[in-house]
């Protein structure tokens, strides 16, 4: 049985996609940015990425999953001279729980203000 999420609090898709899918024992989320529920965008990478992870996470538990239960994650950055300062927020996040990862710099994302996207792989025992 394959569900699909449209997450309240979420930034509605720019695109026709959802905000995560489960079928069986396995969660899709897909790309979270830095926007805020108000529709703001910070200026700082930082923030963007505490934005964009908690998406991640009301996505995961809508879904039925938690930080524990992600395998595999990817981060899209625009400056990946800025790895250094979001590494102590993935570590908090995460902690023992460390997933796969690929964190690769893109030349840009949907909107030009936003400066990181994550998408995360999640399975539930």
Not at 27 to 32: C, H, K, L, P, Q
Not at 79 to 100: L, M, S, T
């Amino acid at each position: 049985m394959i569900q699909r999420f449209m997450v309240p609090g979420q930034m509605p898709p720019v695109s026709h996609y959802c905000h995560a899918v489960r079928a069986g024992n396995q969660i899709w989320v897909s790309g979270a940015v830095g926007v805020k529920p108000d529709g703001t965008i910070p200026e700082g990478t930082v923030e963007q990425f505490d934005v964009a992870l908690a998406a991640v996470d009301a996505c995961l538990r809508h879904a039925g999953a938690g930080a524990e239960h992600v395998v595999k994650v990817n981060i899209y950055m625009t400056d990946i001279g800025e790895r250094a300062a979001i590494n102590p927020r993935r570590v908090a996040y995460f902690g023992e729980h460390r997933p796969a990862s690929t964190l690769v710099e893109v030349s840009a994302l949907v909107d030009p203000r936003m400066k990181v996207e994550i998408e995360a792989v999640a399975v539930i025992d």
